[in-house]
């Protein structure tokens, strides 16, 4: 842009060459044209002094070429300059300022060559006030640009801001639900817990030997309880509501496909590998995984006539693949929905240490792959 501006500020320079004036001092002139333009090369870093020296040099360039094509040029860039820098009173009060000393020249130092004027035109001392007029005209309306463009960006910083802000609000809202979640898989745990301490405080009396094995249940449900309670010790906030209601798990996947499948979505299933371990928490994350992106085929997937659900258990890697993928028209962008439904996805992979990508397919449609860790039972973000 800076070579645009000088480029643009030397092209209305040599104007005065093509006149072919013999009065006109070239050297002079060249010299100014040339100060000026190098001077504007810094009017983003310094704005206000570029304007304050490109003001003298007009005034300069003026007296030694009252006919020169770029008078009142190098200001104009100048103004727009502050104006993108500066609040709109400070530049438009500058664009009148900066416009003062060349026409105070003009009104009161200049003569307006004969020349340029016609038999039946205005007069010298007409001629010379609409100058005046012009030259401040032309600072304003390059300093109303300025001012344009710096409110559009103002604008626009606004709205990124407003996005990051609703991303997190988002998030915060998925992780409060989350935790809601979570609160009930946990308070079942200790619940079984007490129901089998109870039960083999019972049993001890009769059969020792089935109460170790009562004993070993309510050790398995202890640590299962635990891993679910560190996994969310970095998403979890305080949160004094509760939803008391039965959650679903991956044992309910085949009526979740069901219900797509009476909705019109031609929806297959398909799962290898060893059954997904018996973890509330992780069979809850897959079936939310599996649901959402359903759900959001069904709102913006186009001419859809095929969506593969799969849930891979390699037991080699520890990890569960859940892969879901249409062969539509649509794709799920930053315009369509709140953006909450993926969020809330990729949160609940990351309680799992897990990820999840979403975005278009190479042949089309849309894919949703979460890679998730259940046998990861350390703490997220080190905690």
């Known amino acids: 842009m800076d ?59 003026i007296v030694v ?12 860039f100048a103004l727009y300059a502050v104006a993108v820098r500066y609040k709109s009173v400070i530049s ?3 664009g009148i300022i900066s416009g003062v000393p060349l026409i105070f020249f003009i009104l ?5 060559p004969a020349d340029l004027l016609t038999d039946n035109g205005p007069s010298a001392a007409t001629s010379t006030i609409i100058s005046a007029i012009v030259i401040l005209l032309s600072n304003i309306v390059a300093t109303g640009i300025g001012a344009a463009v710096r409110s559009s960006r103002k604008h626009e910083a606004e709205l990124r801001q407003w996005a990051v802000r609703t991303a997190e609000l988002a998030s915060v809202a998925e992780r409060n639900r989350i935790a809601r979640e979570m609160h009930d898989v ?5 619940t079984v817990m007490v129901a089998l301490s109870d039960g083999a405080a019972v049993v001890v009396k009769r059969d020792p030997a089935k109460a ?20 969310v010790l970095g998403v979890l906030r305080a949160d004094g ?27 297959s299933f398909t799962q290898s590998g060893p059954p997904v371990p018996a973890d509330p928490a992780l069979a809850l994350t897959v079936y939310r995984i599996v649901q959402e992106s359903l759900t959001n085929v069904l709102r ?12 891979a258990n390699n037991i080699l890697t520890g990890t569960i693949t859940v892969r879901i993928r249409d062969d539509g028209h649509g794709t799920l962008d930053a315009s369509m929905g709140s953006g909450r439904g993926i969020v809330g996805m990729r949160e609940r992979a990351r309680i799992y240490v897990g990820t999840l990508d979403a975005g278009p397919g190479p042949h089309g449609g849309w894919i949703v792959t979460a890679v998730l860790h259940p046998a990861e039972n350390s703490p997220v973000n080190g905690q």
């Open 65 to 76: 070429v009252p006919t020169a094509s770029n008078i009142g040029v190098g200001i104009w």
């Open 186 to 190: 946990v308070a079942h745990s200790l």
């Open 3 to 61: 070579v645009v501006v000088v480029f643009a500020y030397l092209l209305a320079g040599s104007g005065i060459f093509l006149s072919g004036d013999p009065d006109v001092n070239m050297s002079e002139h060249v010299v100014i044209v040339l100060a000026s333009a190098t001077v504007l090369m810094f009017r983003r870093d310094k704005p206000l002094a570029v304007l304050a020296i490109v003001s003298v040099f007009e005034v300069l360039n």
């Open 300 to 311: 913006y997937g186009t001419a859809v006539s095929r969506v593969e659900v799969m849930v």
């Open 108 to 112: 009161f130092l200049y003569q307006y």
């Open 92 to 94: 438009f009060a500058l």
């Open 212 to 231: 170790g094995d009562v004993l070993g249940q309510l050790s398995q449900t202890g640590r299962t309880a635990l891993a679910d309670m560190r996994r």
């Open 241 to 267: 509501g509760s939803n008391r209601s039965p959650q679903p798990d991956h044992t309910d996947m085949g009526a979740l496909i069901d219900g797509f499948r009476q909705a019109g979505l031609p929806t």
